[in-house]
């Protein structure tokens, strides 16, 4: 039992959100734009056709930074079969997904309420007819299963606090600004082979005022 504390306050205490939760990018050509960028995997499974990227932006100047346009550098898609999902497609896709995450999300929950119950009964069991073993391996499932639960959310929070909301403005090739000594997040959907595994993209940034520069970072 404090053992299944003690691992559920830790996994607490970490789940502080940052920056930049993915990796950091490094600039292949040296330009003067003021900016830190990284980027990470979202929500990755193996076997999958698509592959969700959050990327963060950050402004490390003092006035503002306009990023007029954003675009990812994939070798010939009918060589790699790489290509970012735009359009209908990515509206396809989105409602696609979300039907899937009911599902899941539905057959999780329904696991764990019955998870709930077993612990329950168990201690109720054990306390009648004076088990006290069986009382403390109810008592430790019924725990686990609050804990999973709560640790469930925390995750929840987090992702939310270092991910960017999937909304079309928020897509990667859209023209956004970054305020000052602030940061800004944004995604991009990208369709792949099942079998392949992205480690590593590329993409070109041009500022409003014509500064380029392309960036290089291993996911």
Same mark, same amino acid.
């Given at each position: 039992?404090?053992?299944?504390?003690?691992?559920?306050?830790?996994?607490?205490?970490?789940?502080?959100?940052?920056? %930049?939760?993915?990796?950091?990018?490094?600039?292949?050509?040296?330009?003067?734009?003021?900016?830190?960028?990284?980027?990470?995997?979202?929500?990755?499974?193996?076997?999958?056709?698509?592959?969700?990227?959050?990327?963060?932006?950050?402004?490390?100047?003092?006035?503002?930074?306009?990023? %007029?346009?954003?675009?990812?550098?994939?070798?010939?898609?009918?060589?790699?079969?790489?290509?970012?999902?735009?359009?209908?497609?990515?509206?396809?896709?989105?409602?696609?997904?979300?039907?899937?995450?009911?599902?899941?999300? +539905?057959?999780?929950?329904?696991?764990?309420?019955?998870?709930?119950?077993?612990?329950?009964?168990?201690?109720? +069991?054990?306390? +009648?007819?004076?088990?006290?073993?069986?009382?403390?391996?109810?008592?430790? /499932?019924?725990?686990?299963?609050?804990?999973?639960?709560? /640790?469930?959310?925390?995750?929840?929070?987090?992702?939310?606090?270092?991910?960017?909301?999937?909304?079309?403005?928020? %897509?990667? +090739?859209? /023209?956004?600004?970054?305020?000052?000594?602030?940061?800004?997040?944004?995604?991009?959907?990208?369709?792949?082979?099942?079998?392949?595994?992205?480690?590593?993209?590329?993409?070109?940034?041009?500022?409003?005022?014509?500064?380029?520069?392309?960036?290089?970072?291993?996911?």
């Amino acid at each position: 039992m404090k053992r299944l504390l003690l691992a559920f306050a830790v996994l607490t205490l970490n789940a502080c959100a940052t920056t %930049h939760p993915g990796k950091m990018g490094a600039s292949l050509k040296n330009s003067n734009i003021p900016l830190k960028i990284s980027a990470q995997k979202v929500d990755q499974k193996e076997n999958e056709a698509f592959q969700l990227v959050d990327v963060t932006i950050e402004n490390m100047s003092d006035i503002w930074l306009k990023i %007029h346009s954003v675009r990812m550098v994939i070798n010939d898609p009918s060589i790699s079969k790489v290509s970012v999902v735009m359009g209908r497609d990515l509206k396809d896709w989105a409602l696609a997904m979300e039907a899937r995450v009911r599902k899941e999300s +539905y057959n999780t929950n329904m696991a764990m309420v019955g998870l709930a119950a077993v612990g329950a009964a168990a201690t109720a +069991y054990g306390l +009648y007819d004076d088990k006290p073993d069986v009382a403390i391996a109810g008592a430790a /499932t019924l725990v686990g299963a609050g804990a999973w639960a709560a /640790t469930n959310k925390s995750k929840s929070n987090l992702k939310k606090a270092t991910t960017s909301d999937t909304l079309p403005n928020n %897509h990667l +090739y859209q /023209t956004f600004s970054v305020p000052a000594k602030m940061f800004a997040r944004r995604w991009v959907l990208l369709n792949k082979p099942s079998d392949q595994n992205i480690d590593k993209i590329i993409f070109d940034v041009e500022t409003i005022e014509g500064d380029k520069d392309t960036y290089e970072i291993a996911l």
